[in-house]
């Protein structure tokens, strides 16, 4: 795919994508925040403290520098993916706080992934072409991930036996435009991707695996419900690798920094399904042992 038509197609992809986010969302989900205020506040600490953090220290250990370092930042800094909630359901978990973190965790974003992308640029490019916090990339950031969600809520609400009857396409169609998002980011840097394949898949799923851990078990360390720690895990685990492509190719004009999003986008999967299995069973176990 040549680099007008991928600059053409990338923001419309993530805009289905988010827009078929907005279509599942209503304000009570983000009301919901203060029915589960343990499980939320724990998740977003870690999505955006924890998580960033150890992706730096990952970074470090695995070597990568300069513009793929700045990338896979921008990947921790992104909020959950569409298929956090298909994991979710698959290991048990509670759904209806995976769609309250994913529509929080889209609003934060905004105002998080300059911040992070802006403090990566000091420490992995000397500050080199910082995009600062300069308003006209919140406006992009505002413009990528929120408008078309916006525009999907106010579709639900105005066309709600509509939306109701479209999730589940839209949904699948989202699954299918990610896809075509990673392929499309591998294909057009497929030179990178092979120069620096080993150690990106390395750190890519070493950081899925550790997301997930720590989605997990912060959770459950300050007792919170089973349910609601497989949805912190699935969560923070799975990160919206088309948001952190779109952004890395569209705001800040460096198609490098799309190759750890390209990555982990096609790796994640591996340990999302080996957890959904794994707690799912667990699960399953428990409750066997219960009614015993």
């Not at 105005?158 to 479209?166: G, K, N, V």
């Amino acid at each position: 795919m040549g680099s007008t038509a991928f600059a053409v197609f990338l923001p419309l992809a993530l805009a289905l994508v988010m827009f078929g986010l907005g279509l599942t969302l209503t304000v009570d989900d983000f009301a919901r925040v203060l029915r589960y205020p343990a499980a939320a506040a724990i998740a977003l600490v870690c999505q955006m403290v924890l998580l960033p953090a150890a992706c730096f220290g990952l970074i470090l250990l695995f070597g990568v520098e300069g513009a793929l370092a700045v990338g896979m930042i921008l990947l921790a800094a992104s909020p959950g993916g569409p298929s956090a909630n298909l994991f979710s359901h698959i290991a048990g978990g509670h759904v209806a706080l995976n769609i309250t973190l994913t529509a929080v965790n889209s609003v934060l974003a905004v105002f998080t992934m300059p911040l992070v992308v802006a403090l990566s640029y000091a420490v992995f490019l000397d500050g080199e072409g910082s995009i600062g916090l300069r308003p006209d990339k919140f406006a992009q950031v505002f413009a990528i991930v929120l408008v078309p969600v916006a525009v999907g809520m106010w579709v639900h609400r105005r066309f709600t036996d509509w939306a109701r009857r479209m999730r589940g396409a839209v949904k699948v169609l989202s699954i299918v435009v990610l896809a075509l998002v990673v392929a499309a980011a591998v294909a057009k840097n497929f030179e990178t991707l092979t120069e620096h394949l080993g150690e990106l898949a390395a750190l890519c799923l070493v950081f899925a695996v550790l997301s997930l851990t720590v989605g997990y078990l912060a959770p459950r360390l300050f007792g919170v419900d089973e349910d609601q720690a497989v949805a912190s895990a699935m969560e923070i685990g799975i990160h919206n690798g088309a948001i952190a492509i779109a952004v890395a190719v569209s705001v800040l004009h460096n198609d490098t920094m799309a190759v750890p999003g390209a990555v982990y986008g096609v790796l994640m999967n591996i340990p999302a399904a080996a957890a959904a299995y794994l707690l799912a069973r667990r699960r399953k176990s428990a409750q066997v042992t219960a009614a015993v």
